[in-house]
């Protein structure tokens, strides 16, 4: 793959990036840490349902990065909320603190070549979603 030009080589990069991370998804649904992160499936298979683009592994990630902040004061945000399946994740381990959301609902901009490198996991308009979606 070295001798190949820098342009295809980021392409095959992009898409065997996406492939894995699509593969994550469909494979690691029945993953189960052990401990109290067992309490964590049952959300993290609800979220799925509504649009969660993580994977098994980076949701527990999520959850127990949230769960160590508790004893930090202030709200939390997330920026990219897509249809909400991590805010649902964020919610259930947040406690009483507030979580507030941003969003464009106009999904990504145009990739640039010399910023992103020409990559295939992004388009214009990809996770584009409706206020409803995540208020639901």
Known sequence: MASLPRE??????????????????????????????QSYLPEIRAAWKHGLLLNAFEAYQLMDAVKSTAKIAGDLAEVGVYRGGSAKLICRVKGTRKLHLFDTFAGMPSPSLDIDGGTVEYWSGRFASRFSEVRD
């Open 8 to 37: 295809i080589q980021s392409t095959w990069r992009g898409r065997l990036s996406l492939a894995a991370h699509q593969l994550l998804l469909k494979r690691a649904r029945e993953c189960v840490y052990v401990g109290d992160r």
